[in-house]
């Protein structure tokens, strides 16, 4: 086993996130394209894609015990890749309806979520104290998003939707072997709050951070569901909205090279805020000009802020506050409660709501999600945060 300070696996560390996040850079912006071609209707793909993050509710807390537990972070994660990919393959049975989809989810997703979590706390141990160094890590999550999103898009353009689940099943091929080649770091050697994980969810301070980052990924329900058709529907092309979507990376590369600076300049409770704050923008662009290239291209811009700066700025704070055998377990929960529960939530909402109430006016409902995001944050988050002490 590594110890913790040992050299960084700079590499290894990198192309794990390349692998995983170019797995999203297929399911987010086509798999709800895939499901409408294969004809489910509105309300069928918002439960199955909140079937996709609900799992992640439960998944990750799961393998997080066990990983704490155990110390074997890193055999986690790679069974957790292999089991998904077995899973997923079901999907190319023929003949299969909405039940058995929301089976093949459920399946797929159960094992998939348990590997970022882990991995992300793998990370951070073998970060130590340079955790300043994560963005240039992560960076590589959001080049791997993009290639997929460009690459694919033009492909269903030239060869139809139907090769989304094939494209798949060899990122995920990719993404299990490159798992076989990240070390384990050792155990974080901070204390663990004294009182246990009950005790450090009492703060409230975390249990308000968490709150404020669940309502800001219900906001992005509507987005990971139904962006893609929402602009299927105003006439863009697969490889139109491979590039919006394209837009929207290449600022969160950015902004993930500038948060080294910034984190510690700024603090997490201003970024935190304004990311969410900026959520009302990006949102209620998309609600209120959907035949605006160059508005959905600002509202994509915007991602910088609702997705790259937040979840840095977030995930620091999770670090800090969950130390020691707790250390799995808070990003598990963190996972769980942002990017499980609030999207599985607001996908949920929008597919009851997108035929009656339309897309636009759901998408002003996550503006709505984001506004609620930013006040609990500047309530909630300390003005001088434990991890970043001179700064609001």
């Known amino acids: 086993m590594a110890v913790v300070g040992a050299a960084l696996p700079f590499v290894r560390l990198s192309a794990f996130y390349l692998a995983f996040f170019g797995v999203l850079g297929v399911l987010s912006p086509y798999w709800g394209p895939y499901l409408k071609a294969r004809g489910f209707d509105a309300a069928a793909i918002g439960t199955l894609i909140a079937l996709l993050h609900g799992t992640k509710i439960i998944a990750p807390n799961l ?19 292999v089991m998904a990919l077995i899973a997923f393959s079901g999907v190319l049975l023929p003949g299969g309806g909405f039940a058995w989809m929301a089976f093949v989810m459920i399946g797929f997703s159960f094992f998939w979520h348990a590997a970022m979590p882990q991995f992300e706390a793998n990370t951070m141990n073998h ?27 033009e492909g269903i353009d030239r060869l139809g939707v139907e090769i989304v689940p094939l494209v798949l099943i060899g990122l995920f091929v990719f993404l299990a072997l490159v798992s076989l080649s990240v070390p384990q770091a050792g155990q974080d050697d901070r204390t663990s709050d004294a009182g246990g994980l009950l005790a450090v969810l009492r703060q409230p301070p975390v249990f308000g951070l968490l709150i404020a980052c669940f309502l800001l990924q219900a906001s992005h329900g509507p987005f990971y569901a139904f962006y893609s058709i929402y602009l299927q529907d105003h006439g863009y092309s697969a490889t139109a909205i491979g590039m919006l979507w394209a837009i929207a990376l290449t600022a969160e590369i950015g902004v993930f090279l500038l948060m080294p600076r910034w984190l510690p300049r700024f603090g997490p409770r201003r970024l ?23 508005a959905q291209g600002l509202a994509q811009l915007l991602h910088a802020a609702t997705f790259g700066v937040y979840h840095v700025a977030a995930i620091s704070l999770i670090h800090r506050y969950f130390t020691g055998s707790l250390q799995g377990r808070g990003q598990a929960i963190y996972s769980s409660m942002t990017f499980g529960a609030g999207v599985a939530l607001g996908s949920f909402v929008a597919g009851s709501l997108w035929d009656t109430a339309g897309g636009s006016q759901t998408f002003y409902l996550a503006a709505g ?15 001088r945060s434990r991890l970043y002490p001179s700064h609001a």
């Open 369 to 383: 999600f984001a506004a609620l995001a930013a006040v609990t944050a500047a309530m909630v988050v300390p003005a």
């Open 127 to 153: 970060l130590v104290n340079q955790t300043h160094r994560y963005p240039r890590i992560r960076v590589w999550g959001t080049v791997g998003f993009m290639v997929s999103v460009l690459g694919v898009g």
């Open 63 to 81: 393998w997080a015990w066990v990983a704490d537990h155990t110390g074997q972070r890193i055999v986690i994660i790679r069974m957790a890749c």
């Open 272 to 294: 935190l805020t304004i990311a969410m704050a900026l959520g009302v923008v990006r949102w209620t662009l998309v609600a209120r000009f959907p035949e605006l290239v160059a």
